[in-house]
Structure formats: structure tokens, C-alpha cells
């Protein structure tokens, strides 16, 4: 087999060896059915059982409370952009959106198509350098959106946001999900592209209170409300087969490292490892403020847009892909999902040590 480098990508990211093994394994057969797992019929029972234990796993792993619906959705957090507001924001009503970067302000530009936004707050002023201290919410949202990591600024947010009691917390956190322990009941909804932290693209998760699945209105299209899909169990129509597998197959992995604790540990040391680097650095600056850094997405430049190529460079022929930073940043974007390990961490720390001695 080829020999695998170090992915830095953003996503679709890295995943666990093992868990690539295990799909090897049952793409010719899904255990002994004689059928591979991209094969076999949805509503066959083999798949089944795949479905449910991925939804057992995401209860397991987040702690969802009962009164929360676990959703696999299709059309990437994207399309969330559009159903959130589509099945909780009325023409006459406000959402309040927390701006920290451009998926944000995707999420705005669909919000705006369905009822009014107040933003409030946003690190624009900065190039989304920083998460903002403080929002001003308006007097009675819909919901409150925020995006739990800034996968292109490199910035995330340490803890979710303070709101008034009683409000509706949404967040995006498609490239944070999973990565450190979470409070579901904190939320009323959490959606997440897979591609990063759970699995392949083609799958989006979903988490979301009951009594909200309900509340949205039914004169959108049937696949787009959310209470088709939790009443079939995401199975109103073909699900994503193969990439519900491989999240479900993700999460027992993370449960085997020893569960979100154990996951954020291992975060933590690799973010460590490299800011730490930087922070000593002469040549290269992580672009983010101290306290908003992100330790899912690394951003980091020299200054120098023609040494940032020649670093990106160096760092390919040693064998480390994926480090070229957003257009809108520029310089590098070391992404550290839950399945990077420590040891292309060190690789690129080491890496960056020769460049910066060799001048
Ligand atoms: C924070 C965040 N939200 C949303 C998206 C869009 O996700 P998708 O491509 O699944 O629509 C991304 C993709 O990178 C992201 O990082």
C-alpha cells in the first residue's frame, strides 16, 4: 500500500487508520452477510443495525438528553443554513446571529431569506481574528446562532456564549463537534457537517430539542422539515448509508481513546505543541488573538506571502499536505481534527524548525 503522509486538511480530513481498515474490510462484506456495506438495502437489517448503533453512539458520546432527536441529514451544514430558519424563523420575527467568520455570514445570508437578522455580534472589524466578549441580543429572537469554531480564521469559541435564560442557543459546529466534552441540554439545536471530526462528507448530524422538530412550519417541502426526518428516523428516504456507517464507526473510536474527555486531552496537547512553537517563533505568527485561538484550526503566517509558499512547499516534499491557509487569511492553516496524530503534529513543528534555522 501507499505509504499515508500527514493530512492537515481542512476537510474532508483525516480519519482514524483503524476505522479506514474496518470499512476495508466490509466494503466486500458487511460482517458475514456476503453483502458489502455500500450495498446493502436501508431498510434491510443489516444496515439497521448499522443506523441505530451510529445513533446509540452520538446519545452515548454528547450525553443526549431523551427529549433531543438525533438526526443524519444530507446537503452538508449548508443546507442548515437554509432549514434552520426555514423551520424556526417566521417572516416577522428576528434571529440573533453571532458573526465570527464567513460561514457565519452564510448562515446569515439564508436566515435573511425566511425573516429578519439582528447580528449580534462580529469580529469583521478584524478580519474575524478574535471571538467578540460580548453580543447584544435583540429583544425576543427566534433563536440565537453562533459558530462554535471558526474553521477558516483559526478562532473558536472557549465555552458557549452567555445568552438570556430562556433563549434558543444554536450552533454550527461542524469542525469542532465531538472534539471536547459537550452539554447538549445547553442547546436547542447543534448541526455538523461530518467531513472533519465524524466521518466522510455526504452526512450531516443533527441534534435538536423534540418540541422544537415540531414546531416548524408544514407547508415547506417534506424532506426539509425537520419532524419527516425524526419521525422516520432519517430514513423518510435513502439516507446516506455509507457515511452514517463510517461516523458510527468514528464514534466507537472515540469512545475507545476514552470518550470526549480523553479526546479534548489529546487536543489540547496537540494545539499545545504547536502554539507553543509559534508563540517562540521569529518567522511565524499565529493569526488569531491568545484568547480566542482554536484548537481544531491552527492559522499561522509568516508575513511574507512568497516565504509562506516556499514553507507550504518545504513541508509538502517532507510529506505533510493540507497546509495552505484560506485565500481569506492566506499563509498556512494546520487543521488538527480528532483523528490527527500527535505525531504529524511533532512532524510539523519539526518541519517548521528547519525552515526557520535554515533562514
Ligand atoms: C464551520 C463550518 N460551517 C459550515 C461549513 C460548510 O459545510 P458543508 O460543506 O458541509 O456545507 C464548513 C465547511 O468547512 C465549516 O467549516
Same mark, same amino acid.
Given at each position: 500500500?501507499?505509504?499515508?503522509?500527514?493530512?492537515?486538511?481542512?476537510?474532508?480530513?483525516?480519519?482514524?487508520?483503524? @476505522?479506514?481498515?474496518?470499512?476495508?474490510?466490509?466494503?466486500?462484506?458487511?460482517?458475514?452477510?456476503?453483502?458489502?456495506?455500500?450495498?446493502?438495502?436501508?431498510?434491510?437489517?443489516?444496515?439497521?443495525?448499522?443506523?441505530?448503533?451510529?445513533?446509540?453512539? @452520538?446519545?452515548?458520546?454528547?450525553?443526549?438528553?431523551?427529549?433531543?432527536?438525533?438526526?443524519?441529514?444530507?446537503?452538508?451544514?449548508?443546507?442548515?443554513?437554509?432549514?434552520?430558519?426555514?423551520?424556526?424563523?417566521?417572516?416577522?420575527?428576528?434571529?440573533?446571529?453571532?458573526?465570527?467568520?464567513?460561514?457565519?455570514?452564510?448562515?446569515?445570508?439564508?436566515?435573511?431569506?425566511?425573516?429578519?437578522?439582528?447580528?449580534?455580534?462580529?469580529?469583521?472589524?478584524?478580519?474575524?481574528?478574535?471571538?467578540?466578549?460580548?453580543?447584544?441580543?435583540?429583544?425576543?429572537?427566534?433563536?440565537?446562532?453562533?459558530?462554535?469554531?471558526?474553521?477558516?480564521?483559526?478562532?473558536?469559541?472557549?465555552?458557549?456564549?452567555?445568552?438570556?435564560?430562556?433563549?434558543?442557543?444554536?450552533?454550527?459546529?461542524?469542525?469542532?463537534?465531538?472534539?471536547?466534552?459537550?452539554?447538549?441540554?445547553?442547546?436547542?439545536?447543534?448541526?455538523?457537517?461530518?467531513?472533519?471530526?465524524?466521518?466522510?462528507?455526504?452526512?450531516?448530524?443533527?441534534?435538536?430539542?423534540?418540541?422544537?422538530?415540531?414546531?416548524?412550519?408544514?407547508?415547506?417541502?417534506?424532506?426539509?422539515?425537520?419532524?419527516?426526518?425524526?419521525?422516520?428516523?432519517?430514513?423518510?428516504?435513502?439516507?446516506?448509508?455509507?457515511?452514517?456507517?463510517?461516523?458510527?464507526?468514528?464514534?466507537?473510536?472515540?469512545?475507545?481513546?476514552?470518550?470526549?474527555?480523553?479526546?479534548?486531552?489529546?487536543?489540547?496537547?496537540?494545539?499545545?505543541?504547536?502554539?507553543?512553537?509559534?508563540?517562540?517563533?521569529?518567522?511565524?505568527?499565529?493569526?488569531?488573538? @491568545?484568547?480566542?485561538?482554536?484548537?481544531?484550526?491552527?492559522?499561522?503566517?509568516?508575513?511574507?506571502?512568497?516565504?509562506?509558499?516556499?514553507?507550504?512547499?518545504?513541508?509538502?516534499?517532507?510529506?505533510?499536505?493540507?497546509?495552505?491557509?484560506?485565500?481569506?487569511?492566506?499563509?498556512?492553516?494546520?487543521?488538527?481534527?480528532?483523528?490527527?496524530?500527535?505525531?504529524?503534529?511533532?512532524?510539523?513543528?519539526?518541519?517548521?524548525?528547519?525552515?526557520?534555522?535554515?533562514?
Amino acid at each position: 500500500m501507499t505509504q499515508r503522509i500527514h493530512n492537515f486538511s481542512a476537510g474532508p480530513a483525516v480519519l482514524p487508520v483503524e @476505522v479506514l481498515e474496518e470499512a476495508r474490510e466490509n466494503l466486500l462484506s458487511l460482517g458475514k452477510s456476503g453483502i458489502g456495506i455500500l450495498e446493502h438495502s436501508h431498510r434491510g437489517k443489516a444496515y439497521m443495525a448499522v443506523h441505530e448503533e451510529a445513533e446509540a453512539l @452520538v446519545r452515548e458520546l454528547g450525553g443526549v438528553p431523551a427529549d433531543y432527536d438525533v438526526l443524519f441529514l444530507q446537503g452538508g451544514a449548508s443546507m442548515q443554513f437554509g432549514m434552520v430558519p426555514m423551520n424556526f424563523l417566521r417572516k416577522d420575527q428576528t434571529a440573533d446571529y453571532l458573526v465570527t467568520g464567513a460561514w457565519a455570514q452564510k448562515a446569515v445570508i439564508e436566515a435573511k431569506l425566511f425573516g429578519k437578522v439582528h447580528i449580534a455580534s462580529s469580529s469583521e472589524d478584524r478580519n474575524f481574528c478574535y471571538i467578540p466578549q460580548k453580543s447584544e441580543f435583540s429583544a425576543s429572537p427566534a433563536y440565537i446562532h453562533f459558530t462554535s469554531n471558526n474553521t477558516i480564521f483559526g478562532t473558536q469559541f472557549a465555552a458557549e456564549p452567555s445568552i438570556p435564560a430562556g433563549q434558543k442557543l444554536i450552533c454550527d459546529a461542524s469542525s469542532d463537534i465531538f472534539s471536547r466534552p459537550i452539554d447538549v441540554s445547553k442547546y436547542a439545536m447543534i448541526y455538523a457537517g461530518a467531513q472533519k471530526n465524524l466521518g466522510p462528507s455526504g452526512v450531516t448530524l443533527a441534534i435538536l430539542r423534540k418540541d422544537l422538530t415540531e414546531s416548524g412550519p408544514k407547508d415547506i417541502p417534506t424532506m426539509l422539515q425537520y419532524r419527516t426526518q425524526a419521525a422516520e428516523h432519517s430514513l423518510y428516504n435513502t439516507p446516506p448509508t455509507f457515511g452514517i456507517y463510517i461516523l458510527g464507526l468514528v464514534c466507537k473510536w472515540i469512545k475507545k481513546q476514552g470518550g470526549l474527555t480523553a479526546i479534548e486531552k489529546n487536543n489540547q496537547e496537540k494545539a499545545g505543541k504547536l502554539y507553543t512553537y509559534l508563540d517562540q517563533s521569529k518567522l511565524f505568527k499565529a493569526t488569531a488573538d @491568545v484568547g480566542s485561538r482554536s484548537q481544531m484550526n491552527v492559522t499561522f503566517v509568516t508575513g511574507d506571502g512568497a516565504k509562506d509558499e516556499l514553507f507550504i512547499a518545504a513541508a509538502k516534499k517532507a510529506g505533510l499536505d493540507g497546509l495552505k491557509g484560506h485565500r481569506s487569511v492566506g499563509g498556512m492553516r494546520a487543521s488538527m481534527y480528532n483523528a490527527l496524530p500527535q505525531a504529524s503534529v511533532e512532524a510539523l513543528v519539526q518541519v517548521m524548525r528547519d525552515f526557520e534555522q535554515q533562514g
